[in-house]
């Protein structure tokens, strides 16, 4: 599982004109990819680092601050760019076994206290955000 964390003063995903998920205010922004080995262990794990990490203002965490989270899934995060131009998908894994980790990630975080806000699995989404730093870290479980 790999994520793309991202501090952020505010973030929404946009679907078909509609905003379907949306934090006002400082909190994080996660997109993230599953791939073939993945587990609902390892997204429980990921969920709590990233809910604890000390990435917000002043060393605080997004528990610290009860922070919303925005989390996308984002199949492109497992693109294979060694050979050609054009990327290889193939581990990522296939939408019915990315979709229910997807899920049990939100859910891992919402368990742990976080409001969470979310994207359209296998929806092409438009996702806006205002980067606060920059802060931006990739973690893998």
């Not at 905003?19 to 262990?41: C, F, K, R, W, Y």
């Not at 009860?66 to 060694?82: E, G, H, K, M, W």
């Amino acid at each position: 599982m790999r994520a793309v964390v991202q501090r952020v003063s505010q973030a929404s995903v946009t679907v078909d004109g509609t905003v379907v998920g949306a934090i006002d205010g400082p909190g994080l922004l996660v997109l993230l990819g599953v791939t073939h080995d993945d587990t609902s262990e390892k997204a429980a794990a990921l969920a709590a680092k990233i809910w604890t990490l000390r990435i917000l203002h002043d060393e605080r965490s997004a528990a610290d601050e009860q922070a919303p989270i925005l989390a996308v899934s984002q199949f492109t995060l497992y693109a294979d760019t060694r050979k050609g131009r054009r990327p290889s998908w193939s581990a990522a894994a296939p939408g019915p076994v990315s979709e229910p980790l997807y899920n049990s990630f939100c859910t891992a975080l919402e368990n742990l206290g976080a409001k969470v806000e979310r994207g359209v699995f296998g929806a092409h989404m438009d996702v806006a955000l205002v980067n606060d730093g920059p802060v931006t870290l990739i973690l893998e479980a």
